[in-house]
């Protein structure tokens, strides 16, 4: 889940622009609501990969990273540490830096897209965004109707009537 995204120049913050993702649990819960499964750590490998994207990016566009991608890189190895134990983030972290080159190459055209649109408008809104990328969580199919069908009788009795 995206929020907003902006190249807009700002000067006290020492920023060039950002992306806003929600948090990983809230993800978890938009998805389960959806009925859709996934693992526990999949909302923080999606949130890893997201951190990684622009810097993959760069490489992939422009055979190198032209920006210091320092804080996303401090940001990657906090969340690296909420994996599960036994995870050896030293073989991870590459794979998962390949399978973010990998998504970039596949959406290239998407990314293209919303690039256009950022240094036309500066900011763009998570709804311009989903409009842009054509896709959003709601696109996903159901994998669970379990989890479906216990969301929709919470949403008609609610959470804490069950």
Request: glycine letters at 6%; one cysteine or more.
């Amino acid at each position: 889940m995206c929020g907003h995204a902006t190249i807009e120049l700002n000067i006290n913050e020492m920023s060039a622009g950002e992306a806003i993702t929600f948090d990983p649990y809230e993800c978890e819960t938009e998805w389960r609501n959806r009925g859709k499964w996934r693992k526990g750590e999949s909302a923080w490998l999606g949130r890893i990969i997201a951190f990684m994207a622009g810097a993959e990016a760069e490489i992939e566009f422009f055979g190198h990273c032209v920006v210091d991608d320092g804080d996303d890189k401090y940001q990657i190895a906090l969340m690296a540490e909420v994996l599960p134990a036994g995870v050896d983030w030293n073989t991870r972290e590459p794979r998962l830096r390949a399978m973010t080159r990998m998504l970039i190459r596949r959406h290239r055209t998407r990314i293209e897209r919303v690039e256009k649109a950022l240094v036309a408008n500066k900011t763009l809104s998570a709804r311009d965004l989903d409009r842009l990328v054509g896709r959003s969580v709601d696109d996903v199919k159901v994998n669970s109707p379990f989890l479906l069908a216990a969301a929709r009788r919470n949403a008609k009795i609610g959470p804490d009537q069950a």
